[in-house]
């Protein structure tokens, strides 16, 4: 019974973290389609339109969401097989089978404000105000492990859940960019200095579980270990022994929107270079740079210990008898106990400011036009961020079947991740 309540915790913990997932390389489709002034987001340098003025308006300059997970969903639920196969089932092992050691969910969006550029001779100039947001989910296969088979095999063991993380934030850029054609329109080299205004962020330093199970099985101690920075214009509540008991809402919608606190810097820098008429390279960083969160900070740092001996019923038979605990009163004894493993108090919550780092990436890539209607497409992508990147390696072939209409047709090749 004590292995089943365990696993059933982290299983519901595990279900609510894996939310939904899906593969999107967005950033690398948009990056050599012409006639799409965006393509300066992900190189300053390259300018895939040639009007001499663009101008973008809220809704209609773009909206990206991009979803991608170390995992495939369809590991876990699927249909299942004889009997069972018009039924969706959940397959630990099979989902089990699948992970990394580390394996990571990540969910990004963007919605463009406001965009206006204009182009000179040989120059052009933008400015743009972009909303950003983006998620991040990690959890280590040893957490899995532990749902897939208990703690039978560990008794006397101390089994190590492996670190968790959520990471998220919120924040408005407001960026302003330059590109100049140099050596007689073969290098183009392209600049973007960013303002950041964070809106909110929860940044994990550490969230860790470990399971240690008696050598004679009679008892089970949990154990945390978490430091979390957190910023958004909410105020905590305690309850009566002074633990974290949720967030009241002191704010209204327009004082978050507008918020100009929390400002931090970026920068992009890129090149593009046309080794002949028909072959171009370029490369590019996006996004280097951090957010110092300064107001309305909070950060939690709290290590708590569990041990569950079991319930005791026997004086919840007879109510006349001295010593008599409903069951239901010593259940709700034994949660208060559990939440209190999780759950911060008072005095382990401080307001120290802090710095989020945002994501960088990193585009090298190259392209080469068959004709003034088709060009072939290489470009590879690294992503980094807090300790951890990824890379992805794209073919791409882009037609244009008129002067409003362009196909492309887009394949990943490869994908790879690494945690420093």
Known sequence: MKANTIRTLFTVILLLSLGLTAFSQGTNIMHFMKGMPQSSKYNPALHNDSSTVVIGLPGL???????????????????????????????IDGFHNGLKDQNYFRQDA??????????????????SVTEKQSAQIGFSKSFVTFLKEGNAPYIGQNFD????????????????????????GKLSIGAKAKALFGKAAMQTNKL???????ADG??????????????????????ESNFFDGFEDDFTADEYILTSKNMGVA?????????????????????????????????????????????????????????????DDMLD???????????????????????????????VGGTYTMNNKLNFSVLDRLYMHNGQTQ????????????????LQDHTLLLETDTTI
Do not use: C
């Open 208 to 214: 860790n579980f470990k399971v240690n199970t008696a």
């Open 61 to 91: 300059s773009g909206i990206y969401l991009g979803l991608n997970s170390d995992f495939a969903l369809n590991d876990l639920i699927h249909y299942g097989t004889g009997n069972m196969s018009d039924s969706l089932i959940i397959d």
């Open 391 to 406: 890379n992805s390696l794209s073919l791409s072939a882009n037609a244009m079947l008129g002067n409003s209409f362009r």
């Open 267 to 327: 920068f992009d820098l890129g090149a593009v270079y046309k080794v002949n008429p028909k072959i171009m390279v370029s490369a590019s960083i996006i996004d280097l740079g951090s957010i110092p969160f300064k107001n309305n900070v909070y950060n939690i740092r709290h290590a708590q210990s569990y041990s569950w001996e079991g319930l005791d019923f026997s004086n919840s038979l007879d109510d006349t008898k001295p010593g008599y605990i409903s069951a």
């Open 218 to 239: 009679s008892s089970i101690l949990l154990q945390t270990d978490m430091s979390v920075d957190f910023s958004a214009p909410v105020t905590p509540k305690y309850d």
């Open 161 to 184: 859940l492996g670190d968790m993380d959520f990471n998220l934030f919120h924040y408005r850029e407001f960026a302003l960019g330059f590109s100049h054609e140099l050596m007689q």
């Open 110 to 127: 963007e919605i463009s404000l406001f965009s206006f550029g204009f182009r000179t001779h040989r120059a052009f100039i933008n400015f």
């Open 333 to 363: 004894t034994e949660m208060d106990k559990l939440e209190a493993v999780v759950r911060p108090k008072k005095d382990e919550i401080s307001s120290d400011k802090f710095t989020l780092s945002i994501p960088t990436k990193l585009f």
